[in-house]
């Protein structure tokens, strides 16, 4: 009987996003606003667009290469310590206090927070009217489809 035995090779393979998002005119806005962060107002910075557009790749490169912990929106939850931050899926977090404390932290502790979601914060439902105040007067940049 003839068997067959797999052999493992030792490949390092990248992680998913591991490789580096290269600027065009889709992305133009959002990289400019990123290479400036001392001009983010209150220390913050949304990146909104479509699916499939590298919010999540850009916001991720950013956080690696500036040594930020990298927190999702949907597991959010408590209130945080204050620490340069990158909230993925930013629209989509479920605990409105939570994101209320981590912006109030980070902004008085003069700490950057950059948040992703698919639409601008100003446009994104939440029912805690400071919360809402706060989204208003983030900075933001779009990208789109390349």
Not at 45 to 57: D, I, N, T
Request: aromatic share 4%; glycine share 8%.
């Amino acid at each position: 009987m003839d068997t067959q035995r797999q052999l493992a090779l030792p490949l390092d393979l990248p992680q998913s996003f591991a490789g580096e998002v290269l600027p065009d005119s889709s992305n133009a806005e959002a990289m400019a606003w990123l290479g400036q962060e001392a001009r983010w107002p209150a220390h913050r910075l949304a990146l909104f667009g479509p699916a499939g557009v590298g919010k999540s790749h850009l916001l991720r490169q950013e956080a690696t290469r500036r040594g930020w912990r990298v927190l999702q929106g949907p597991a959010l939850s408590g209130v945080p310590e204050p620490a340069p931050t990158a909230l993925d899926d930013a629209d989509c977090v479920t605990d409105e206090e939570a994101l209320f404390h981590l912006i109030n932290a980070c902004a008085a502790a003069g700490l950057p927070l950059l948040l992703a979601g698919r639409t601008p914060p100003s446009r994104w439902p939440v029912r805690l009217p400071d919360l809402a105040s706060r989204l208003r007067a983030t900075a933001t940049a779009g990208i789109a489809e390349p």
